[in-house]
């Protein structure tokens, strides 16, 4: 969806390497979240964030998983260190809170961990 | 643990005939549901959802289904296109949280 723009849309680290994944939504969407897609789980929540303020984390699944949302047009995932199980798809997806849309999703970042 | 369960990893249907997905959860505090439909290298998009108050939603060739008794719910599509050849993705969520529980996917092949 050209409302979120993802970066980069796909990404080759080695191990041990730092990621940051990075999200551009649009304006008018309060809230922003963070999925990650695998062949094992599935699409799973790790993070979002409603008026740039983090409301459940409990997805994140270690602590080198960290994501921030500086400001309403941006937000970033880092990964660091970066091991071969992080391989996936990430998404972002905005949605405007309470509001009548549901939410919707960038068009991914797959990362690839060797 | 695995909140909503779509236990058919695919489906293949004939162009024209009805495609059922069907979904299961076990939180009985999900009182929104949706579906949402993934092609390759793209993000979901939103199709469909439905209330816990309801127990039908429909819109054009998609029908929602939800029992709430057997905490299931199914997705009809009818007539089935080519163009309808995508992942399904069931959700979930609670009431007063944006927080969206999905299930594994359905690859849903429609064939000519």
């Known amino acids: 969806d050209a409302g979120v723009i993802q970066s980069p849309r796909h990404e080759v680290t080695e191990m041990g390497q730092e990621v940051t994944l990075r999200c551009k939504p649009i304006s008018g969407h309060n809230s922003l979240f963070w999925y990650r897609q695998t062949m094992m789980r599935g699409l799973e929540l790790l993070i979002y964030f409603n008026n740039n303020v983090p409301i459940d984390d409990s997805g994140m699944p270690e602590d080198r998983f960290s994501a921030k949302m500086p400001n309403a047009s941006f937000s970033t995932l880092k990964i660091q260190p970066s091991e071969p199980r992080d391989s996936a798809v990430y998404f972002c997806?905005?949605?405007?809170?309470?509001?009548?849309?549901?939410?919707?999703f960038g068009q991914g970042t797959r990362l690839t961990v060797v | 643990d695995q909140q909503v369960k779509q236990n058919s990893p695919s489906l293949s249907v004939q162009e024209g005939r009805i495609s059922i997905l069907n979904c299961d959860y076990t939180n009985s505090m999900f009182d929104y549901f949706l579906w949402y439909k993934k092609y390759p290298a793209e993000g979901p998009t939103f199709l469909i959802s439905i209330s816990s108050i309801k127990d039908k939603n429909e819109d054009g060739r998609f029908t929602v289904f939800l029992n709430k008794s057997a905490k299931h719910l199914s997705l009809h599509i009818v007539p089935s296109q080519p163009g309808d050849s995508a992942v399904y993705f069931c959700?979930?969520?609670?009431?007063?949280?944006?927080?969206?529980?999905f299930g594994k996917g359905t690859k849903l092949t429609v064939n000519p």
């Open positions: 997806a905005l949605k405007a809170t309470g509001g009548n849309t549901e939410a919707f």
């Open positions: 959700a979930a969520r609670k009431g007063g949280s944006e927080k969206l529980v």
